[in-house]
C-alpha cells in the first residue's frame, strides 16, 4: 500500500514523486507437485506469496530518466513498501521486468516530451509469513 510519501523506495530514492499509481500484487506461488486429484480436492505444496509492484511513472524529464534507469536496469535492487499483511514497512529483494518509454518530442527540462510507461518490481524471495 502507498500510505504516504516515504512508503515506496527503490533501493535508496523515493519514487512517489514520479508515480502516477501503483498495483500491489500478491502473487501464490506453488509447488510442482500441485493439482486436482481425483476427487477433484486441490492438493499441492504451497511455496509462498511473491509481491509484485507494477508501478506507472508520469512522464519524466531527461534527468529523472537518467536517475532511475539504472536502477531499472540492475539485474538485483531493494523495493521498499508498506505491506498491509506485515503491517510495516517491508525491504524485499527484487528485480524489475522490461520497461520502455515513448518520447513525442526531444527529451525537455519539462515533463512534457515522453508519456507515462509501466515497470513491474518482482520479489526474488517469498514474503515473511506473519
Given at each position: 500500500?502507498y500510505?504516504?510519501?516515504?512508503?515506496?523506495?527503490?533501493?535508496?530514492?523515493n519514487?512517489?514523486?514520479?508515480?502516477?499509481?501503483v498495483?500491489?500484487?500478491?502473487?501464490?506461488?506453488w509447488?510442482?507437485d500441485?493439482?486436482r486429484n481425483?476427487?477433484?480436492?486441490?492438493?499441492?505444496?504451497?511455496?509462498?506469496?511473491f509481491?509484485k509492484?507494477?508501478?506507472?511513472?508520469?512522464?519524466?524529464?531527461?534527468a529523472?530518466?537518467e536517475?532511475?534507469?539504472?536502477?531499472?536496469?540492475?539485474p538485483?535492487?531493494?523495493c521498499?513498501?508498506?505491506?498491509p499483511?506485515?503491517?510495516?514497512?517491508y525491504?524485499?529483494?527484487?528485480?524489475?521486468?522490461?520497461?520502455?518509454?515513448?518520447?513525442?518530442?526531444?527529451?525537455?527540462?519539462?515533463?512534457?516530451?515522453?508519456e507515462?510507461?509501466?515497470?513491474?518490481?518482482?520479489?526474488?524471495?517469498?514474503r515473511?509469513s506473519?
Open positions: 500500500m500510505v504516504d510519501k516515504d512508503s515506496l523506495l527503490l533501493n535508496t530514492i519514487i512517489g514523486q514520479y508515480l502516477l499509481q498495483e500491489y500484487g500478491y502473487n501464490k506461488l509447488g510442482n500441485t493439482g481425483l476427487n477433484g480436492d486441490n492438493e499441492g505444496t504451497y511455496i509462498g506469496v509481491p509492484l507494477k508501478l506507472t511513472f508520469r512522464d519524466l524529464t531527461q529523472e530518466i536517475l532511475l534507469a539504472p536502477i531499472f536496469d540492475a538485483q535492487l531493494t521498499t513498501y508498506y505491506d499483511v506485515l503491517r510495516r514497512l525491504a524485499m529483494d527484487s528485480y524489475t521486468g522490461d520497461w520502455a518509454t515513448r518520447f513525442r518530442n526531444t527529451f525537455s527540462n519539462v515533463a512534457t516530451a515522453g507515462s510507461f509501466d515497470i513491474s518490481v518482482i520479489a526474488n524471495k517469498r515473511p506473519v
